[in-house]
């Protein structure tokens, strides 16, 4: 039981690259969301789903997209990358809105 | 426009001793609050959860107080331990959204 993966760790690209972020769940949740961790403000959230082949816009999701095309994934798209978009991204997934949300380890971008 | 507000970026404490975390909220419609605590490199893991029918839930050495008409909980740990050192973040949300808002984190330092 890996719980919530995420993959890459770590990732440096340049303004004008794009890259999707992989978020993987074995705990047959339905809910999933994507955040974005920036010093001192927090988690932010960008986008989230609340079942398969749904998807939704949180706080921040201008520059990302996002799809749950099976119930176990939810992936994070940057088309143009953009260095504000230097951050800590993390995955979460939880069973119902009122269950804690259960984070993967991050992925750290860098955009150059 | 902040909705949660951890208004402590850090706090110390002896070892044994009792440690307070402290979070307040805006928005009058949110019905459930969590707390989370996260090592450096890692996400965050789910601590305790309170929702609002309730003014206190303890598990262990965590007890989390909400009193609604202050808009205001807070997170004690007794007695406090090295290994409880990390930032703390609370989050609110509300049953007719679902999302989690979270405040900006309380590095807590607990001192041999």
């Known amino acids: 039981n890996a719980g919530v993966t995420q993959t890459p760790k770590f990732r440096v690209l340049k303004t004008g690259q794009s890259m999707t972020l992989l978020c993987a769940q074995d705990?047959?949740?339905?809910?999933m969301y994507w955040y974005r961790q920036d010093p001192g403000m927090g988690l932010r959230l960008i986008h989230y789903?609340?079942?398969?082949?749904?998807?939704a816009k949180g706080e921040v999701p201008d520059g990302y997209n996002v799809s749950r095309l099976k119930k176990q994934n939810f992936l994070l798209g940057l088309e143009s990358a953009a260095p504000s978009q230097t951050s800590v991204y993390f995955c979460?997934?939880?069973?119902?809105?009122?269950?804690?949300?259960?984070f993967g380890p991050g992925t750290r971008l860098t955009v150059l | 426009d902040q909705q949660v507000k951890q208004n402590s970026p850090s706090l110390s404490v002896q070892e044994g001793r009792i440690s307070i975390l402290n979070c307040d909220y805006t928005?009058?419609?949110?019905?459930?609050f969590l707390w989370y605590k996260k090592y450096p490199a890692e996400g965050p893991t789910f601590l305790i959860s309170?929702?609002?029918?309730?003014d206190k839930n303890e598990d262990g050495r965590f007890t989390v107080f909400l009193n609604k008409s202050a808009k205001h909980l807070s997170l004690h740990i007794v007695p406090s331990q090295p290994g409880d050192s990390a930032v703390y973040f609370c989050?609110?949300?509300?049953?007719?959204?679902?999302?989690?808002?979270f405040g900006q984190g309380t590095t807590l330092q607990v001192k041999p």
């Open positions: 979460a997934s939880s069973k119902d809105w009122a269950w804690a949300q259960y």
């Open positions: 989050a609110a949300s509300s049953s007719n959204t679902g999302k989690l808002i």
């Open positions: 705990m047959n949740h339905e809910y």
């Open positions: 789903s609340v079942g398969e082949g749904t998807t």
């Open positions: 309170i929702s609002s029918i309730k």
């Open positions: 928005n009058s419609m949110f019905d459930y």
